[in-house]
């Protein structure tokens, strides 16, 4: 850890602060007209998913610390472990399910992640941004029902499930957005 002025910090760091690991998702540098400038950034706990917003002045110092990223493909799940490879030195890591639990219905074979690891220990798991998912159920979409917005529930190969539009059919391959999981596209 690495004590370093709150106005150096950006999105995409990493603190440490009240006994956990958090990155820094916005970052904003405020200059009022009265009084001292000070720093407003938004924070996510990399173990807990966890949002807060925090205040510092300026010249506050922050512990900033060192996330390494390794590259990483799944290779399977063992109850509540998931068991991924290290795509540098081919050893075998296993996470618990737990570390990404919001995001475990888009592990699929082969799928590549990027493993954040601190001080040995893996914190978290960085999907790509959209992920391609065959539909495996769903109703079939009634022509002119439009209390749903034109929307339905699909389930994928997966388990994940997600609202998309009427006319997706079951044997679809649909790209899905892994940050909100939420569709994006038919491909």
Same mark, same amino acid.
């Given at each position: 850890?690495?004590?370093?002025?709150?106005?150096?910090?950006?999105?995409g760091n990493h603190?440490?602060m009240?006994?956990?690991?958090?990155?820094?998702?916005?970052?904003?540098h405020?200059?009022?007209?009265?009084?001292?400038?000070?720093?407003?950034?938004?924070l996510?706990?990399?173990?807990?998913?966890?949002?807060l917003?925090?205040t510092?002045?300026a010249?506050?110092k922050?512990?900033e610390?060192e996330?390494?990223?390794h590259?990483?493909?799944?290779?399977f799940r063992?109850?509540?472990?998931?068991?991924?490879?290290?795509?540098?030195?081919?050893?075998?890591?296993?996470?618990p $399910? /737990?570390?990404?639990?919001? !995001? +475990?219905? %888009?592990?699929? &074979?082969?799928?590549e992640?990027?493993? @954040?690891?601190c001080?040995?220990?893996?914190?978290?798991?960085?999907?790509?941004?959209?992920?391609?998912?065959?539909?495996?159920?769903?109703?079939?979409?009634?022509?002119g029902?439009? $209390? /749903?917005?034109?929307?339905? !529930? +699909?389930t %994928?190969?997966t &388990?994940?499930v997600?609202?998309?539009? @009427?006319?997706?059919?079951?044997?679809?391959?649909?790209?899905?957005?892994?940050?909100?999981?939420?569709?994006?596209?038919?491909?």
């Amino acid at each position: 850890m690495l004590d370093v002025s709150a106005t150096t910090i950006r999105p995409g760091n990493h603190i440490s602060m009240d006994r956990g690991i958090w990155e820094v998702t916005n970052y904003e540098h405020v200059k009022p007209g009265k009084g001292g400038a000070f720093v407003r950034i938004k924070l996510k706990n990399v173990q807990t998913g966890a949002a807060l917003e925090r205040t510092f002045d300026a010249d506050a110092k922050v512990s900033e610390v060192e996330m390494e990223g390794h590259a990483a493909q799944f290779q399977f799940r063992s109850g509540d472990i998931c068991t991924f490879m290290n795509m540098d030195t081919y050893d075998q890591v296993e996470v618990p $399910v /737990s570390v990404f639990a919001s !995001q +475990a219905g %888009f592990l699929k &074979g082969d799928i590549e992640v990027k493993l @954040l690891e601190c001080e040995g220990k893996v914190l978290g798991v960085q999907f790509p941004v959209t992920v391609e998912l065959k539909v495996v159920e769903t109703p079939p979409g009634v022509k002119g029902d439009t $209390v /749903s917005r034109g929307t339905k !529930q +699909a389930t %994928f190969e997966t &388990g994940h499930v997600c609202n998309v539009p @009427l006319f997706i059919s079951v044997g679809d391959v649909l790209r899905l957005d892994t940050r909100t999981g939420g569709y994006v596209e038919r491909v």
